[in-house]
């Protein structure tokens, strides 16, 4: 949609001002200041069919006054209620998500964004409704209390996951008098028990802090479409933004071994420096040039020597957390059981590492390999949906120069040796922060962080400590990454004609090819024009999933492949080349993934393919593997109950899936050699289904498809030979008897999660056009009032939602409750109640408002694919489920 009357905006300035955006881009982008100070970042895409909108405030949970932690979380919930203008209770959701759209929002440290998409014809009424939002919301007493029973059913959420835990316990292990150390979720302990206790109304303190921080001068807009005069009444009270300066630790902070109790299974190293924010040396990106070494997986890498030594199974290095006033680089590594006698050889190979940076030098040609890659993926990124783009753009007004928006840090291009430099010096054992999570630690600790009840306990280590390990440390050698083969040069867009044609019959992938090992569909990108390539290859294997027992061999199978082709592989997803190796849900399956720049694709397949035919494995990885994979089964049992729920919900309806407790016992009795035997009877049959798509010719994309017959098929004594006939089998699901209900009761498994939950599932029909749009209209129609009645009036909990299901063709609704205040047959009834109430909306609803919804729903269905992956994700979708000829949808 072409920007439209920003003209009309009275007395805005348009400040002018290039900015930058990708070679490849088309949409056109206008900066503009209201009169009210507010500054806006215009975006013009006329191929768009959602509009989309979103406004960053300058203002975050480092702001809430003491004693009333979470306040600016509140805040953002509230918003959402009701405005003088629009006084009915979420009518800004109702008409958002009836229109087609997306509404949502989140609270950082020092901002809070909001943001909504929406079909395009409803957007300027929506544009007006969001912004009521900044001019006079009402926060109505009425809503106070539910929404602060929500902030604290999302807490609830959050108690038992590991990450929030650790988050909090950093944050606590900081200066008190520092904002970093503040709990900022908020729950009703925070928001209600104490301020009540002392006297606080939390609504008045509520609305003191809108008005103290909430002035247009302290946001920034951008939309996706076009702008009107409403967001010219925001006031401007000219406030400062708030700012925090200072460093969260001090010398008691550091020098620290922190050693915790996590919730999972597992072992896991963060080692924690603070360091100068890069962002105020974003052109030269010190800490992601750091952290790529530090990080890489290639041979001679810090992690490819704990791999081989059995030590860890994946390493992270970065700059997660960071301000404008500070910052930590972090490096996490996951350990396998055997760290407790080697912890301190892992340090001092790192520090060893480090020291290496140190010797090294900063090089030149690492930086411009870095700087290559970031430039290929600026400058070919895929289109993303407008509401992402407008987040991430808003975001970026906030911190970045005009011209830099769209670019933020993702253009590495000033070469400065004394700032990365200067990174690499501060990873010294003077300021580090270790944290160690083990379940080990259990009944060896002794203080507890209050918020989220993590034991920990906490000594000081000197740096001679350090020393010590580096110098004890096993004596590997580590070395600097070797240059990149899978950075792209040839950016070239094939011209698909004559042979190659493209006529209208071919915008649908067509059956290019077919033998009895394997069936290759095909589509040229002919729409968004992008050097890239998206493949997938699907590998039928009938013994895959045929009891738990395969299962779990032929997981063990991916993972050795993907472990054994790391360090490898690596290289190529650095260079923008990602690749995935999967066992699916419930299908014999095993599926490729090959998704990037063109340019160096097949080499990276034909690596792939060679492995499988070639599989071999050590020993000591089968061990390390099937350790990690114990681990990921053990840890079920603290996935949310929601997550559960529906596990079990697919266990009852579909055919091959199998608990995963008894997936579990399988695997704790096999060992290498099962691996061995059991992986020449997977593939001694398959057959293989493809889809290639993208800036490919069909001779290139079937001269793969033939490589694959050739390694895998085609040797006097193959790899590989087809399926029978009768193992290509479909995908059962159990039929519900018409008018039965069936009630399944399983007890959670994680005894410690306070949270129960309900998934209340009607199963509607089989494929068919017509039903299927029926289906899809009612969840529209009823999606909205649901989230509304369960979760916002009853306050059952944070999670409610209803949404379709879609199982091997067998079509249904469900609903997903997650609840910390009532039991799911309580919630079952309200479940009950709320279909009464919907069957009797749908018979009261007006002519006008059904057409309303149909028209949104055929906007929707009518959305056009933004990228090459989700076009390629769309039509491998309908290959899988068999719908190849579903209404002539392909040629061939």
Partial sequence: MAIENAAAATNAADKGGEILKPRTDKRDYRRIVLKNSLEVLLISDPETDKCAASLNVSVGSFSDPQGLEGLAHFLEHMLFYASEKYPEEDSYSKYITEHGGRTNAYTSTEHTNYHFDINTDSFDEALDRFAQFFIKPLMSADATMREIKAVDSENQKNLLSDSWRMHQLKKHLSREDHPYHKFNTGNIDTLHVRPEANGVDTRSELIKFYDKHYSANTMHLVVYGKVEEMFQEIRNTNKEIPRFPGQPCTQEHLQVLVKAVPIKQGHNLTVSWPVTPSIHHYEEAPCTYVGHLIGHEG?????????????ATGLYAGEPDWTMEYS??????????????????????????????????VSQWIFDELSAIFEAEFHYQAKIDPLSYAVNNSSNMTIYPTKHWLIGSSLPSKFNPASVQKVIDDLSPDNVRIFWESNKFEGQTDKVEPWYNTAYSLEKISKFTIQEWVQSAPDVNLFLPTPNIFIPTDFSLKQFTDKNQVLEQDIFPVLLRKTSFSRLWYKPDTKFFKPKAYVKMDFNCPLAVSSPDAVVLSNLFVWLLVDYLNEYAYYAQAAGLDYGLSLSDNVPHIQLSLVGFNHKLRILLEAVIQKIANFEFKPDRFSVVKETVIKAYQNYKFRQPHNQAMSYCSMVLQDHTWPWTEELDALSHLEAEDLTNFVSMLLSRTFVECYIAGNVENDEAESMVKHIEDVLFDDPKPICRPLYPSQFLTSRVAELGTGMKYFYHQEGSNPSDENSALVHYIQVHQDEFSMNSKLQLFELIAKQATFHQLRTIEQLGYIASLSQRNDSGVYGVQFIIQSSVKGPGHVDSRVESLLKDLESKLYKMSDEEFKSNVTALIDMKLEKHKNLSEESLFYWGEIQEGNTSHCGLFCG
């Fill in 328 to 361: 930590f680089f972090n490096v996490s590594i996951n350990l396998t059981d055997a760290r407790h006698e080697h912890m301190q050889d892992i340090l001092g190979l790192l520090f060893r590492h480090i020291n290496l940076l140190q010797q090294s030098g």
């Fill in 299 to 311: 041979k001679g890498s810090l992690f490819h020597a704990l791999k081989i030594l059995g030590w």
